[in-house]
């Protein structure tokens, strides 16, 4: 294991192996990065009950987002995701 900024890192292998140790020290304050041979995947992070999403308006001009599709689009999400992943897009 290696350290990324103040991370541990942890190849995919090796997690998959140690799963539980690996749970038990996250649980203890220990952040990984999960790598897929030398590419981050994942971040390991220990769970808190206060940390929430805060989405904030953007800076500069006061400008309202307006969402004026009213329609149904008969598309599954996942499928999508894997086509674009794929590059094989609509």
């Known amino acids: 294991m290696t350290r990324i900024e103040n991370m541990e890192t942890i190849s995919i ?6 799963l539980s140790a690996t ?3 996250v ?24 940390v929430r999403l805060v989405i904030r308006l953007p ?16 598309l599954d999400p996942v499928e999508y995701l894997l086509q674009d992943r794929r590059g094989s897009r609509f």
């Open 13 to 18: 292998s090796n997690l998959k192996t140690h």
């Open 23 to 25: 749970l038990k020290e």
């Open 27 to 50: 649980v203890n304050g220990i952040r990984y990065v999960v790598m897929d041979r030398e590419h981050p995947v994942a971040e390991l992070i220990p769970y808190s009950e206060k």
């Open 59 to 74: 800076i500069g001009k006061k400008t309202k987002i307006k969402n004026t599709f009213k329609g149904k689009v008969k």
